[in-house]
C-alpha cells in the first residue's frame, strides 16, 4: 500500500488493458499513472481493487469501447476511488459510448444518450472525450450534466494528418452529420470539402448522393484524390456508400479519416471492396487503423479546465 504521505496531489487511474494509452496521457499530462486491479469471478461478476490511497484529484482514464461491460466497471471503480482518497474525479474518455440514440424513434424506446450521460454525470465531477456523436444535441453539458462536461475536437490532429498525407485531396463528409466535422478539419488542412447526403434504411443499408450544395453545383472530383472525414467508423456502410459516389464521379482514388474506428471483420472487408484504399483512426479506441494520437489534444483539454 501507498504510503499517504506519498500521494501525489493529482494522477491517473487506468485499467489494466488500457495501460498503453493511459500512459501516453498521462506522460503528456505530467502526471503519475497507476493501474486498477480486476479479475473475474467463475459466475460472470468482477472484482475490482483501486491502488490506495489516491490523490484527491483523480483523472479516471478510461475510453469506452465494449460499453456494457466498461461502464459496470466506471461504476464500481469511481465507488470506490470516491472511498480511497478521490475527492475531484474526473473521467477522460477518448470516446463516449451511446452518444448516437439522442431521441426515441419508436414509442417505448430508452433515450440511452441521456440515461448515460446523466449516469456518468452521478460517477463523475468532471467528464473529458473527443467528438462526441451530438448529432441534435448543441454541447455536451446537455446530454452529461457534469461540471465541466469538456467536448474536445481532433479537427485540428487529424486536418494535419491529412495535410501531410493527402496534401491535394478534397475532403468529403459521406452524410450531413459528418458536416460538423469536415468543415474544420479541412479548415485545418487547408483543402476544399463537400459534404454528400444520406437516406438511411436500416443500421447497415444506407444510401448515399451528392449534394448539390449551396452553390447549386456538385463538386467536381473528376482527377481528384478524396479523403472522406467522419467522426465514427461503426459499420462502414456510409464510408463505403460515399466511396462508391466518390468514384462514379470520377475520384482518382478514396482514403478516409475517422475519429473513433469501431469497425471490424467483414465490415473493414466492405470498405475495401467499396475502394478506399486507406482507413486512418486517431487512437480514441485501439484499432488496426490508428495513425493519429490523442494524448496532447487530451493532456491540453485537461489542463485548460485545471484538472491535470
Not at 504521505?5 to 489494466?16: G, K, N, Q, T
Not at 454541447?139 to 494535419?160: M, N, W, Y
Request: proline share 6%.
Amino acid at each position: 500500500m501507498t504510503d499517504a504521505s506519498s500521494v501525489p496531489r493529482r494522477e491517473v487511474l487506468h485499467f489494466a488493458d488500457q495501460a498503453g494509452a493511459a500512459a501516453r496521457f498521462a506522460a503528456a499530462a505530467g502526471l503519475p499513472c497507476r493501474a486498477i486491479e480486476s479479475r473475474r469471478f467463475p459466475d460472470g461478476e468482477t472484482l475490482l481493487r483501486v491502488p490506495a490511497p489516491l490523490a484527491p484529484r483523480t483523472l479516471l482514464f478510461c475510453t469506452l469501447g465494449d460499453p456494457d461491460a466498461r461502464l459496470l466497471e466506471l461504476m464500481l471503480a469511481a465507488r470506490a476511488a470516491r472511498e480511497h482518497g478521490a475527492v475531484h474525479l474526473s473521467l477522460v474518455a477518448p470516446y463516449l459510448c451511446y452518444m448516437r440514440q439522442d431521441r426515441a424513434f419508436r414509442a417505448g424506446e430508452a433515450v440511452s444518450q441521456r440515461i448515460v450521460g446523466t449516469f456518468l454525470a452521478q460517477l463523475f465531477d468532471a467528464v473529458v472525450t473527443v467528438d462526441p456523436h451530438l448529432h441534435r444535441i448543441g454541447r455536451l453539458e446537455q446530454v452529461v450534466p457534469a461540471s465541466p462536461a469538456v467536448a474536445l475536437a481532433a479537427a485540428r490532429e487529424i486536418g494535419a494528418f491529412v495535410a501531410r498525407e493527402r496534401p491535394d485531396a478534397i475532403l468529403v463528409g459521406p452524410d450531413e452529420e459528418s458536416a460538423r466535422w469536415v468543415g474544420p478539419t479541412a479548415a485545418h488542412a487547408g483543402r476544399p470539402h463537400a459534404v454528400f447526403v444520406k437516406r438511411r434504411h436500416g443500421d447497415r443499408e444506407v444510401d448515399v448522393f451528392a449534394d448539390a450544395g449551396p452553390s447549386g453545383r456538385r463538386p467536381d472530383l473528376a482527377g481528384r484524390p478524396v479523403v472522406l472525414v467522419d467522426d465514427i467508423a461503426s459499420s462502414g456502410r456510409t464510408l463505403a456508400q460515399a466511396a462508391r459516389v466518390c468514384l462514379a464521379m470520377g475520384a482518382s482514388g478514396v482514403d478516409a479519416v475517422v475519429t473513433h474506428a469501431l469497425c471490424a471483420g467483414d465490415d473493414l472487408a466492405v470498405l475495401r471492396e467499396a475502394g478506399v484504399g486507406r482507413l486512418w483512426s486517431t487512437d480514441s479506441l485501439p484499432h488496426p487503423s490508428n495513425a493519429i494520437g490523442l494524448s496532447a489534444l487530451l493532456a491540453e483539454g485537461c489542463r485548460a479546465h485545471g484538472l491535470a
